[in-house]
């Protein structure tokens, strides 16, 4: 059983870490942060993934395109995807889904490789991790139309509604909680939490971004996770050592890790 936080998604690869990346990574178990898990978005930074995931224990990788950056997938480079997904310290693939916030690459390439690197985890038998933004009814589809329930994975940073949540939880999916939940004008996210069992929902910064209040707009890491744990445990009514612990066997449960 475990007090520390599983930060399920950061970028540590991420510039905004240059400066200090390894003595940050260096403190986390002291700052009460147990395990990371890095998120791949490009190609070149899967790479990036899987070297900070070598360097340290508690850092471990998810390698994906994001939706966002699948004009750079051919044959070639999603043949190296897969090689690096057989990694030991590979725990999922992502991030990988729809993104319609922002018009390129257009829906069809997204989908296309949408779809392949579900089809990848199938193979490689591990979750995913999706990013969805703005695509909410074509992610669904394409999940259900790729039997998801079976390959398991996280909606990253849950952004609709408590309603399509439920659809959401019926494929078995985990919900990526993070500095939103201490947003003021975050009410559906909140109402969300409210309405979804402990079991379905996992902590993740997606640091550098989404720092939670008090330090909103600033550039975020895994050791502001306790801010997002205080909202949730005020949500659920429950201790923020609950918080904790469950989260803890969510995440391990889902990217199938001892406790
Ligand atoms: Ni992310």
Redesign the pocket.
Known sequence: MSKLIFDT???YDDKAFDEDREELLERLPAGGIGRVVN?G?TVASCEACLKLAEKYDHVYAAVGV?PSETEELDEERFAKLRQQCLHPKCVAVG?IGLDYYWPEPGADVQKKWFERQLELAREVKKPVII?SREACKDTLDILRAHAAEEIGGVI??YSYSAETARDYLKLGFFFGIGGVLTFKNSKKLKETVEMLPMESMILET?CP?LAPVPHRGKRNSSLTLPYVVEAMAQIKGISSEEVRRITWENACRLYRMDA
Do not use: R, T
Request: proline share 0%; aromatic share 8%; charged share 15%.
């Open positions: 998604h950061a970028h998120v978005s994001h991030e990013h990253h940073c997606d971004y």
